[in-house]
């Protein structure tokens, strides 16, 4: 009998792992997809709310590619209250083929959860991503700031795919805190 329970929650814990490395409904990651060109520095221009970012400003993250395929993923944003920088670094892997901009990315050991890129500029200037679900969204661009025009944009794109558009938060992005 004892097997039988342990076979249940190792099979509970596989489609609970398996679910966070999803893809929405009626979201697709980018075809052409080339991680080389996706490598660099992006900030944080919107996003959805979720704590492990909250009261930060000047939020980047930085992706470097590894010599076996995978990427360093450094997140980084100020803290104003505690007067200093919040690091967390991780690691993503494609879920699926390498020219579709669907990966899975861990902070935390063997837990991996989605990032879907769904819409790229063709320069790569700016991305949306999204999570395993609707609850997790970023547009992200190489710049610290866009054009009202320009986030009119990558909004009215995240609202079609589904996201909730009046709840998306602007951290401040301005010259890095001393």
């Known amino acids: 009998m004892a097997w039988i329970k342990r076979a249940f929650i190792t ?4 489609i609970s792992l398996a679910a966070c490395t999803g893809i929405p409904d009626d979201i697709q990651p980018v075809d052409n997809f080339d991680v080389q060109t996706y490598m660099g520095k992006w900030y944080e221009i919107a996003r959805l709310d979720h704590p492990f970012e909250r009261g930060l ?9 590894q010599e076996d395929g995978s990427v360093e993923v450094i ?9 200093e920088w919040s690091e967390a670094v991780g690691k993503a892997k494609f879920a699926g083929d390498n020219d579709e901009g669907h990966l899975k ?15 790229l500029e063709p320069d790569y200037s700016v991305a949306l991503v999204s999570g395993y679900n ?22 009215t794109i995240a609202k079609k795919a589904g996201f909730d558009t009046s709840a998306l938060i ?9």
Do not use: C, H
């Open 11 to 14: 099979l509970f814990t596989a």
């Open 57 to 65: 400003s000047n939020i980047s993250a930085t992706y470097t590619l």
């Open 75 to 83: 997140n980084k944003g100020w803290n104003q209250e505690d007067n």
């Open 105 to 119: 990315v861990s902070f935390f050991g063997p837990f991996y959860s989605s990032y879907i890129v769904y819409f």
């Open 134 to 155: 609707r609850d997790y969204m970023w547009i992200l661009s190489r710049t610290p700031t866009l054009t009202d025009a320009q986030l009119d944009k990558y909004q």
């Open 170 to 178: 602007y951290p401040e992005q301005q010259t890095q805190p001393e």
